[in-house]
């Protein structure tokens, strides 16, 4: 079980302060999306609550200072798959997904039972065994987006952060995303995802957080969140948000007019 809670947190990156007074708390079970348009702070956001940019106010992983907390021991709470990680070495797809049970391991100690088992089970659930001998960096888009993930789920930590883990992905595979997400909610993660698709997010999340200009504009259930008054003044579009389903539908229509 794992908790992290945002106070009055504040980044600022260059000259320009991208993430502003954010206080939020996310528990153990739970599925949460990040939406919002593009540059307004959603990864900011995520890189904070993993203490990867120096934030102000409070990021606290246990009711411990993230920023505090040694670098293997917040790596073995918060999995983490980055947006768009470009990858530089020619590991094969299994040395890569091993990489996740590197908070695990003690210095120069060597993979155990445990680690290979974990490797495998994170292979299987992101769909890419059939991948494992081949060269990460040979990869397609949607392939490698895939490995990034598998590689995050081998970590086993009771949270996992992913930041636009659809992107590149086919619909099956965004959906076979989705599913473990919601599936590593189901058995007690506290799982957070950036999302810009918001069809997929309202039907799977429990909870949207909405951030324009670094700050939360909404935060609640996906039918709270996602009104078209504000995706009109958020994203500038018009749509037509149905809730009369399980979970909200929204149909694009186009940009607003003025
Ligand atoms: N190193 C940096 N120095 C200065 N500004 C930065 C830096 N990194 C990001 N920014 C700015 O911070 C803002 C927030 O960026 P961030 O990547 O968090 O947005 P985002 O909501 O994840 O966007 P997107 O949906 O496009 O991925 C953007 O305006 C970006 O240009």
Redesign the pocket.
Known sequence: MVNITLNDVDVT??R?T?VQGVNAAFGAGTLTGIV??????????ARAMLALVPAHGMVEVDGVDAAAMPRGELARRIAYVP?GQTLHWPLTVERLVGLGRLPHLAPMSRVADVDTAAIERAMARADVLELRDRIATELSGGERARVLFARALAVEAPALIAD?PLASLDPGHQIDVMDMLRAEAAGGALVIA?L?DLTLAARYCDRLLL?DG?RIVADGTPAEVLTAERLRAVYGIDARIETSGEWPTITLFGRASA
Do not use: Y
């Not at 919002?36 to 956001?45: Q, R």
């Open positions: 990156l260059g320009r991208v919002g348009p593009n540059g307004a702070g959603k990864s900011t956001l947006q636009e950036v810009h951030i670094g």
